[in-house]
């Protein structure tokens, strides 16, 4: 069951992302409480949530090394979207972007708060 979600999960995200900016992205993740409980069985499985946490990475980095300021603060509308703490969000997702150039994996510390703090 949770691969077929999986796979109708990755259809989805790669349609959506095809014209969609990674914020928005997450932010329709994030906002649908049936979407935050798959992300939590997601979260269970690296084998499963490491390549989403890599999706988008090379985009991520590009917009970031733009214009770090003006990405971290549609980092902060993006905290306030969802409802979240700015501060504490930012601060997860600076950590992520820290270490993105050298892991792919480097935004699991972002999004491990925002399923922990969306799953609450």
């Known amino acids: 069951m949770l ?21 928005q992205f997450w932010a329709f993740i994030f906002s649908h409480p049936d979407l935050v409980k798959s992300m939590k069985k997601i979260q269970q499985s690296s084998m ?4 989403f946490i890599a999706g ?21 509308g993006f905290a ?7 501060e504490i969000t930012v601060s997860h997702l600076k950590t992520g972007l820290e270490t993105l150039e050298t892991e792919k994996t480097g935004l699991k510390v ?3 708060y925002l399923i922990s703090e969306k799953n609450k």
Do not use: S
């Open 3 to 23: 691969a077929i979600k999986k796979n109708h999960l990755t259809k989805l995200g790669d349609e959506v992302r095809k014209d969609t900016p990674f914020f």
């Open 48 to 51: 499963k949530y490491d390549p």
């Open 56 to 76: 988008g990475r090379k985009e991520i980095l590009v917009a970031y090394n733009r214009d770090k300021e003006c990405f971290l603060n549609i980092g902060r």
């Open 80 to 86: 306030k979207y969802l409802h979240l703490d700015e």
């Open 110 to 112: 972002f999004f491990d």
